[in-house]
């Protein structure tokens, strides 16, 4: 019931009620516009209500909660994940969304994301999902669809099917970059190791490693070539077995900064100085790398910046606006500190 002022902001809306003939009820219906109450009788009261300057005061609306969205991420242990949840959560706010984070449900060996937690989505109306670091089954890629809930791979593990938006990092020019930053310094005998073999992002930054050597004309080495997990412990046992070959490297392109400090430990145990003796170069520019002894020189991938664009690409598929392009690339970028210095003389 809209009720009038008090004495001195004007008429009660029974005192209305009262010159109009009707009840306080009936009063109330035509000033809440209500369609039940007889032409008449609306008349009396509309006549009643100008005479005596009523004021109707506007009806108090409840705010409508904000809309949600759902992220998961492969994992909440990492400074990767936190760059991640960082950008989401800025693009969000300025969208007005709440986020909803979930952490676990997209392991890379062999998990899939668990068919409850789908149910879960459903129920507490989530407008749109995140996927980072995903590996999701053709199953659950055609619920979301059946479901038709809006989502978006950040980094995606493997290549998405045809038609699903996704956003990362040019991790060709990456591998490209940091194996050009090498060659300039005159290495020659240069390694590399990747993260998992089928990833996406491995497969790529190797290729940009390959195309380096070709376009100097270095022949290329599949001993050099060492595939791993994005472990450091991982990293470090294949930095062993390279500086166990009867030529090893004179510098190494490590596809994470979280393996690169495996080859660290690694080089450390052989009595080996960075980059004295062996040139190191990451990939990520974590904070990890500004962290270890020497600053870890690496290929930085905006993750960031990433999510935040992948979230407002979530945005505007929430908005019934489909991409042009399914795959957004953003570009990397070398960060040089002090694990990478000039070939010393043989």
Not at 34 to 63: I, K, Q
Not at 163 to 182: C, M, P
Not at 234 to 248: G, I
Request: hydrophobic residues 40%; contains cysteine; glycine residues 8%.
């Amino acid at each position: 019931m809209v009720r009038g002022g008090s004495a001195t902001a004007g008429p009660t809306l029974a005192v209305v009620a009262r010159e109009a003939g009707v009840s306080v009820p009936t009063a109330s219906k035509v000033v809440n516009g209500r369609e039940d109450v007889a032409p008449e009788t609306r008349r009396r009261v509309t006549e009643a209500l100008d005479r005596l300057g009523y004021v109707r005061r506007p009806r108090f609306e409840a705010p409508k909660p904000p809309r949600m969205v759902d992220l998961v991420v492969h994992s909440l242990e990492s400074s990767w994940s936190g760059a991640v949840l960082h950008g989401v959560e800025q693009a969000a706010h300025d969208a007005g969304l709440e986020v909803v984070v979930s952490a676990g449900l997209t392991r890379t060996r062999g998990a899939r994301p668990e068919r409850g937690w789908f149910d879960k989505l459903t129920a507490r109306g989530s407008a749109g999902v995140l996927f980072n670091l995903a590996e999701l089954s053709p199953a659950q890629y055609s619920w979301l669809t059946q479901h038709r809930i809006p989502f978006v791979l950040i980094d995606p593990v493997l290549e998405p099917p045809p038609g699903v938006v996704s956003v990362g990092a040019a991790n060709w020019q990456g591998g490209t970059t940091a194996t050009d930053h090498l060659l300039s310094l005159g290495h020659e005998r240069i390694a590399v190791i990747a993260g998992y073999r089928r990833k996406m992002c491995s497969s790529a930054r190797v290729a940009g490693y390959r195309s380096a050597l070709t376009a100097a004309g270095i022949p290329y080495r599949a001993d050099y070539v060492r595939y791993g997990n994005f472990m450091e412990t991982t990293a470090r046992h294949r930095m062993l077995q390279l500086l166990d070959l009867p030529e090893p490297p004179t510098a190494v392109f490590v596809c994470s900064d979280k393996m690169a400090l495996g080859v660290y430990e690694a080089l450390a145990e052989r009595g080996l100085r960075v980059p004295d003796d062996i040139s190191v170069v990451g990939f990520d520019d974590l904070p990890e790398a500004r962290w270890a002894t020497p600053g870890l020189t690496t290929v930085r991938q905006p993750l960031s910046e990433m999510a935040q664009t992948a979230l407002r690409l979530l945005v505007r598929m929430m908005e019934g606006d489909q991409p042009e392009g399914t795959r957004t690339e953003l570009s990397t970028r070398l960060v040089e500190r002090a694990s990478t210095g000039a070939l010393g003389p043989a």
